[in-house]
């Protein structure tokens, strides 16, 4: 039995960017043995589709070296300069647009789209950026990308930007480190309330977190975060604020990148399926069974050896299931979930 599932995060755009093949849309629609997804692997394993990020980082800094070092120093990176995150940005749009031209994606505006995409046996991708530094203060470039499809952002990636702060990637640390939105961070929440974008909460820090959940009006959404009293690093969410996503009817997305998941805070391959299904466990717990989903943040972080990539996602619904969940809550967490809350904050 094959349970479809619906990916809260991915990075596999800017992984196609920073390649070195020129037939990069090939690469997707064919499959490459490099990455965690591609469309051969990713029907192979059941996945409808997700939020495929633009995380524009560094033009000079490529993904694998994030990865090499992805505590970094403790420390925030430098802001991004807007014409940079604009080139990084663009490109991976027109990738994605490229993929929905291919016949490899629908690029889907809302819940009702991705069962449509899905119906049609494509993927249903949701165009999302992580960190809004591609975002000018007038929010000219919002207009632009909106027209292309942008129905999501991540306020933040771990840094600051005209917007708010980001939290800095240490273990056994709170998440409750620097200023909450700027001026324009609030308008723009106010904004995607207005348009329909959801904001995701991923990479947030506290107060920019309590100024969200203190404007928008719509469910709170972390999509690939996990449970910070199992691994008590910055990336992951404290009691409260799961708590205000669970009032809210909101959904957090458990992130498979090791070092998020592990008590230890390290980035092991050897990290275990059973630690996920603590992540899951305590989520379930704290936001109730409509509030957990699948974040995993493939190609932009190391997984468990035994996922490895996209077609590892039937072992971890297996495990829930062997745990004794019922297939109608592995149901809700791979898929059913995520189209309700897009429902709600999407449209």
């Not at 849309?25 to 469309?39: A, K, P």
């Not at 495990?319 to 592995?330: C, H, M, P, Q, S």
Request: glycine share 10%.
């Amino acid at each position: 039995m094959t349970i479809p599932f619906f990916d809260g995060h991915n990075d596999t755009l800017l992984r196609l960017l920073e390649h070195n093949r020129a037939d990069k849309i090939e690469m997707f629609v064919q499959g490459s043995v490099r990455g965690h997804i591609d469309l051969p692997r990713a029907r192979a394993a059941g996945m409808s589709g997700g939020f495929f990020a633009m995380f524009p980082p560094p033009i000079k800094t490529d993904l694998a070296s994030v990865a090499r070092n992805p505590m970094g120093d403790g420390e925030l990176p430098p802001e991004l300069a807007i014409a940079d995150a604009l080139k990084s940005t663009n490109g991976m749009a027109a990738l994605l647009l490229g993929l929905e031209r291919a016949g490899a994606l629908d690029i889907c505006r809302s819940a009702a789209d991705i069962r449509a995409a899905m119906a049609d046996d494509k993927l249903a991708a949701i165009f999302h950026i992580e960190g809004a530094e591609a975002i000018d203060t007038d929010f000219r470039s919002f207009e632009v990308l909106y027209a292309a499809g942008l129905r999501s952002i991540g306020i933040t990636w771990s840094r600051a930007n005209a917007f708010g702060t980001g939290v800095p990637f240490r273990h056994n640390a709170d998440p409750d480190i620097g200023p909450g939105l700027s001026d324009a961070g609030k308008e723009l929440v106010r904004l995607c309330d207005t348009r329909g974008v959801m904001i995701d909460l991923s990479h947030l820090n506290a107060a920019g977190f309590r100024d969200v959940a203190a404007i928008s009006t719509r469910p709170l959404v972390a999509t690939h975060s996990n449970v910070h009293a199992i691994c008590p690093g910055t990336r992951n969410l404290v009691d409260w604020q799961l708590a205000a996503i669970r009032d809210s009817g909101g959904v957090v997305g458990l992130n498979y990148a090791t070092g998020f998941l592990r008590p230890d805070g390290q980035f092991r391959a050897d990290t275990p399926i059973d630690l996920m299904v603590r992540h899951l466990d305590a989520l379930v717990e704290a936001l109730g069974e409509d509030g957990v989903a699948l974040g995993s943040d493939f190609d932009g972080a190391m997984v468990p050896a035994e996922i490895e990539d996209v077609t590892g996602v039937p072992k971890l619904l297996q495990a829930l299931l062997d745990k004794g969940y019922g297939e109608t809550l592995v149901r809700k967490i791979a898929l059913d979930n995520w189209l309700s809350v897009i429902e709600r904050t999407i449209g």
